[in-house]
């Protein structure tokens, strides 16, 4: 089982709708989390970071963690052809190593 | 202000060859880590200094992968004996705390 895990994609969402992306991650004791977004051939830039249990929005994003679940997601609304890029979901466990998921492609369709 | 900058942008190696990547992280940021992302795959944790020191470096794939951050800013990868499979990109990030980590452009390294 990997540590950090997200479907790959693509996922494929017409342009204005609400769209959802999701990480599972193994380890019960992780406590922070992040989201970054990753355009083709470029370097992942922080979107979200989330530490507590529940929402935190900011603009069109809104992370939402449930630790008795392990997962963490990521909405992102009224997506626009910009969005369409990779999102990786990170999770630290405390210290200052971080593992990162694969990755999930997302396409906002115009 | 500036942001974290890596140099090479590409570095095209013979295999065998000994290979350095630079990393320039944000001032003021005492956190800086190396990451490794090959294609289609999330960022690899490589090794993670707070100031001058290697604070883990569990993920340095074996010996032949060394890095140093002598003054606690400046990073240096090094790579002895590269092979094919280390072509990859190689990231640079810093971090103002080890928290919410700022990239580089990275390195592409390309081992013939």
């Known amino acids: 089982q990997k540590e950090v895990e997200q479907n790959s994609g693509p996922l494929s969402v017409p342009e204005g709708a609400i769209a959802s992306l999701n990480c599972t991650y193994s380890?019960?004791?992780?406590?922070?989390f992040f989201w970054y977004r990753q355009y083709s051939g470029k370097s992942p830039e922080l979107i979200m970071s989330?530490?507590?249990?529940g929402d935190k929005e900011d603009g069109r994003f809104t992370a939402q963690l449930n630790k008795a679940s392990q997962y963490v997601s990521l909405l992102i609304r009224d997506s626009q052809p910009s969005d369409s890029a990779t999102y990786l979901c990170a999770v630290n466990k405390g210290t200052y190593k971080y593992i990162f998921g694969t990755g999930t492609r997302l396409k906002v369709l115009a | 202000g500036a942001g974290v900058s890596q140099t090479p942008s590409n570095k095209v190696t013979e295999k065998g060859k000994y290979v350095e990547l630079r990393c320039d992280p944000i001032s003021g940021h005492t956190a800086l880590y190396w990451y490794r992302q090959s294609l289609g795959q999330g960022p690899e944790f490589l090794i993670y200094f707070q100031g001058t020191g290697a604070a883990d470096d569990s993920g340095l794939p074996n010996d032949r992968f060394f890095a140093v951050r002598p003054e606690g800013s400046v990073s240096t990868l090094k790579i002895q004996r590269t092979e094919r499979g280390d072509s990859a990109v190689y990231l640079c990030a810093s971090s103002p705390q080890g928290n919410e980590q700022f990239f580089g452009p990275g390195t592409r390294l390309t081992v013939l």
């Open positions: 989330i530490y507590s249990n």
């Open positions: 380890d019960r004791g992780s406590q922070s």
